[in-house]
Nanobody, 128 residues
Framework: QVQLKESRGGSVQAGDSLTLSCVIS????????VKWHRQCPGNERELVAG???????NYADFVKGRFTISRDNAKRTVTLQMNSLKPEDTGVYYC??????????????????????WGQGTQVTVSS
């Protein structure tokens, strides 16, 4: 019904840039805050950045000034622009939507709301 799919990550050199996209698909009516998380090797999953439905953003201290999160509501896409990448940015990056309102049913569609949707993750590797 509701799916989040991250774009392919990649392997880059320190100092390079990389852009990740998260496309939210389904019979969507609205999407609340969308966040990017990451899990670096040996660490727990951590929040990287988030953006509300109205475009208010927040960032983890370790990416402030380097990463930019944005969203295109019409395309149901949230983008994470990552600049000045460091080896410690290496990890699996996940897209997460807090709440999604979507239509269910064919003959008599009705709105439903689900919470805490996650993508499968995409690998980002930064070498020194």
């Amino acid at each position: 019904q509701v799916q989040l799919k991250e774009s392919r990550g990649g392997s880059v050199q320190a100092g390079d840039s990389l852009t990740l996209s998260c496309v939210i698909s389904g019979r969507i009516d609205s999407i609340s805050t969308v966040k990017w998380h990451r899990q670096c090797p040996g660490n727990e999953r951590e929040l990287v950045a988030g953006i509300s439905s109205s475009g208010v953003t927040n960032y983890a201290d370790f990416v402030k000034g380097r990463f930019t999160i944005s969203r295109d509501n019409a395309k149901r896409t949230v983008t994470l622009q990552m600049n000045s990448l460091k080896p410690e940015d290496t990890g699996v990056y996940y897209c997460n939507a807090d709440w999604v309102t979507f239509y269910e049913g064919v003959q008599y569609p009705r709105l439903k709301t689900g919470s805490n949707y996650w993508g499968q993750g995409t690998q980002v590797t930064v070498s020194s």
